[in-house]
């Protein structure tokens, strides 16, 4: 079945223990991207990657870090993590094609607690 | 600046009547593409429709429809008919390519609430 994995789903942390979340895809696709999503605040990019070793941030990058070594994994790490990133994280990736944009296809979600 | 502005936080209909959902976008750029998601109770973010900008035609694919206004920098959609499984948060989203594709804006949503 074609799709984006996350893990973990549901993480409780502490201020400054560092973590990361993979995110997986089986599809082949170039375009791979975290999000966060806050209440009223919808989802905002964190760090996108249009290939293997490229990456780029978003508009909400501080606090995180990601790396691309492989087309099909992108995680995100968060190096000391504070109470301002407790959020539900998302990964998604696209197939872009050249000067185009298709859908993006969202995993389920990490839902992280930082107390 | 690029953005995306859902005016309505939240919109409550009862079964059976029309909602339109607002989404006005503001971009520097000639070349972009615009996006609506769904995100029903479960949690999931599910595409609904693309449009690039050079693509004006409205789209109707059963009881959903969009209304695409450059004029009016304005990406709208439509439910006819609500049932309560509409009961979802919808997005409407922009990409562009001022710095590089890749960066997408999201709106803040706009939570539908169906009644029966």
């Known amino acids: 079945e074609a799709q984006v994995t996350q893990n973990p789903r549901y993480l409780i942390t502490v201020t400054g223990k560092k973590l990361t979340v993979t995110c997986s895809q089986n599809?082949?696709?170039?375009?791979m991207s975290w999000y966060r999503q806050d209440p009223g605040l919808g989802l905002r990019q964190i760090y996108y990657?249009?290939?293997?070793?490229?990456?780029d941030k978003g508009d909400v990058p501080e606090g995180y870090k990601v790396s691309r070594k492989e087309k099909r994994n992108f995680p995100l790490i968060l190096e000391s993590p504070s109470p301002n990133q407790t959020s539900l994280y998302f990964c998604?990736?696209?197939?872009?094609?050249?000067?185009?944009?298709?859908?993006?296809?969202f995993g389920p979600g990490t839902r992280l607690t930082v107390l | 600046a690029q953005k995306v502005t859902q005016a309505q936080t939240e919109i409550s209909v009862v079964e059976k009547e029309d909602v339109t959902l607002d989404c006005v976008y503001e971009?520097?750029?000639?070349?972009?593409?615009l996006f609506w998601y769904k995100q029903p109770p479960s949690g999931e973010l599910v595409f609904l429709i693309r449009r690039n900008s050079f693509d004006e035609q409205n789209e109707i694919s059963g009881r959903y429809s969009w209304n695409f206004q450059k004029s009016t920098s304005s990406f709208n959609f439509t439910i006819t008919a609500s049932q309560v499984v509409d009961s979802a948060v919808y997005f409407c989203a922009l990409s562009y390519a001022t710095d590089s594709w890749g960066k997408f804006q999201f709106g803040a949503g706009t939570q539908v609430v169906v009644t029966p």
């Open positions: 998604a990736s696209s197939p872009r094609t050249s000067g185009s944009y298709n859908e993006q296809f």
């Open positions: 971009t520097r750029d000639t070349t972009y593409y």
């Open positions: 990657s249009m290939n293997v070793e490229v990456t």
């Open positions: 599809m082949n696709h170039e375009y």
